[in-house]
């Protein structure tokens, strides 16, 4: 404490000590403070984003993949409770005759005769239908679901002269139809077509052909699975197997699986029990 004497006052008297009001602004501690609360904000703010849009693309995704599942199992569907068999005219499935695999797993390929077409289309003839998996043309390493569908035609290699009009022209028959016009994509980023059906004793099998068993008639029933690949997936899965890599557990981590039972009715081929 400092004391003094000031002219005219009393001896004695102290001074009090000034108090120096505070600078305008923060304090360097308030500053970084304030820049910590406002990037771990906007961090927040981002990862809420990425968040959200991922979960967005994943939504995306799986309704797109949806969509197309059901639109493949509606297509197939609809030729299958369609279809007709006798002795002569063949209702076949089988695995691939090709041996054409999707990532290491044998697809099923199917061959039927269908009345499928729509009354106000026109001329509502039966068509030869066959559905297999092929590798995309315009994505190496990626696998779609094709419906070929062409007009029967007069001949000796037609549906209606030989059960064998699937095959190859070298073993009678007419083989797939190569041409856009009879071709159409069912699904893409197939991962996986299979299909079943209860044999005499009920007990499924992979393969069925109602004229080379004997049956002369539909069966009862056809179980149909599909697997498919969210698109990003299978452009890795693509990439993978590029390399070498086995890709089978990434493709059933990643797949959507989809199943239905087909039935078929008496009217369409089943002798009477």
Known sequence: MISSMKEGGR???????VRIPPADGMS????????????????SAALLFAHARKAWSAGTDRHFIDSSARCALDTLARDMEASIADEKISFCFRDDRFG????????????????????EDGERAARAVQYWVRESPNAPGRFELVRGCRKITPGPSGP?????????????????PDSPSELGVVAENVALFRLAAADTSNRLARAYDSVLDGTSALPRSVDVYIEILPPEAARRAADMA?????????VENNSRRYAMVVSAENRHGHTPR
Do not use: C
């Not at 001896?11 to 000590?17: D, E, M, R, T, V």
């Not at 360097?28 to 961090?43: D, H, P, Q, W």
């Not at 209606?160 to 797939?176: I, K, T, V």
């Open 100 to 119: 054409i695999s999707s990532y290491g797993l044998t697809n099923s390929e199917l061959n039927l005769i269908t009345i499928s077409q729509k009354p």
């Open 11 to 17: 001896p004695g008297a102290a001074l009090l000590p």
């Open 160 to 176: 209606y002269h030989s059960a064998n009009w699937f095959e190859e022209p070298d073993e009678g028959g007419l083989g797939r």
């Open 242 to 250: 590029g390399k070498g890599i086995d890709v089978s557990e990434y």
């Open 28 to 43: 360097l501690l308030e500053l970084l403070i304030g820049i910590a609360v406002f990037s771990f904000v906007v961090s």
